[in-house]
């Protein structure tokens, strides 16, 4: 006899891992199923953004900028190291530790919370009086049925059309966390966060990085200043990007991969690279779901149908995360996660689509809430903006790491802020206080009148809001 739950998630991903733990916290029995596997064949719970996304990506980010001090910076600290090497294995192998350390700690948050784990892919089977029964294929099939069910299945990589990812030579987020030696050339389409990330760390590391972009502008969806001063200091770096690249045909061989592309003015180029990182985006994974067994509706992208409140088109199934509508983003997937166990229980779930942040977690790190300059002029909106480097920043300068700048843009007859754009050290960590800001309605005179402790990166902040009303102090 299969076993019934209140509450089935399909992913353990951000959104289905959190999903299940709050539906548990709320006094439901859930179940969460989820295939991901180590490389022993056990359990690896997460999703995407721990194994082959988020968490392994910050990890060789880390190790990168670690080598790239001590390579380049150190000696301005007095610090002598001789030769710098960089034993890539090892680095890999701790990027590796710290996924597993992520892995295990779900694992343990489940059974502390007293979620059924099964290790498998989840389908539909059929619905029968307002229950859903859903198969496990894993190392044992089995039909569990469940009252309510949370389909979290994440993003595949969009791969070119007509070239599949080897993960040897053309490589996905996946192949590109797991190279094994620093290429000497390293191609990568598409100047999205996969492609700057990525490109970062095999830059720092030795590699000469191109960037082929198929737009026209450099990260249309950020702050134009932001972007400007990014492109600015990535060609400084040595990143290459060019915009404008329309790729043609891709050929791979043991040699390499080349790239045939048209540049923005039209004229035919190649590309020859070691390596080819793929990153032009993703789509909703819905592969074996079998949503047709229950009659399950999804959009022309193959993305499941939700409502606002993240409600399918049938009674009792909700979807979140990246196989919904909204930013492929792993925070977001968590709060929609919260908010539809909240919402089964009875609950006002919430989840405010404009106070979701966004980051690039590159040196230096690039980071968003709330609307743009660019976004504010077309809409018509009257705003008054504030600007502060970090170049007048006390701890920046006793961190060496002075590039970029804090800008703030507030309504211009209530002050309340609409958006607070950050490219420069720790932008990731700064950001909190504007998402909170905003979440609380905020104008930029309750940010100018807060006291931030000295000498802090988050004064930048501060003298930002200041300089909405054109009054800062220390610039």
Partial sequence: MSQAFDVVVIGAGPGGYIAAIRAAQLGFKVACIDEWKNAAGGPAPGGTCTNVGCIPSKALLQSSEHFDHA?????EHG?????????????????????KQNNDGILYLFKKNKVTFFHGRGSFVAAKDGVYEIKVAGAQEEVISGKQVVVATGSNPRALPGVAFDEENILSNDGALRIGAVPKKLGVIGSGVIGLEMGSVWRRLGAEVTILEGLPTFLGAADEGVAKEAAKVFAKQGLKIELGAKVGEVKSAKKGVTVAYTNAKGEAQELAVDKLIVSIGRVANTIGLNP?????????????VVDAECKTNLPGVWAVGDVVRGPMLAHKAEEEGVAVAERIAGQHGHVNFN?????????????????????????GVAYKAGQFPFLANGRARALGDTTGFVKIVADAKTDEILGVHIIGPMASELIAEAVMAMEFKASSEDIARICHAHPSLSESTKEAALAVDKRTLNF
């Avoid at 390579?71 to 000696?75: D, E, K, N, P, V």
């Avoid at 960089?86 to 990027?95: Q, S, T």
């Avoid at 047709?292 to 499941?304: M, P, S």
């Fill in 292 to 304: 047709e067994a229950v009659g399950l509706q999804l959009d022309e992208r193959g993305a499941i």
């Fill in 355 to 379: 106070t979701i942040p966004y980051v690039i977690y590159t040196s230096p790190e690039i980071a968003w809430v709330g609307k743009t300059e660019q976004q504010l002029k077309a809409e």
């Fill in 79 to 99: 610090i002598s190291t001789g030769t710098v090497k960089m034993d890539v294995a090892k680095m890999v192998a701790r990027k590796d530790g710290v996924v």
């Fill in 71 to 75: 390579s380049h910076h150190f000696a």
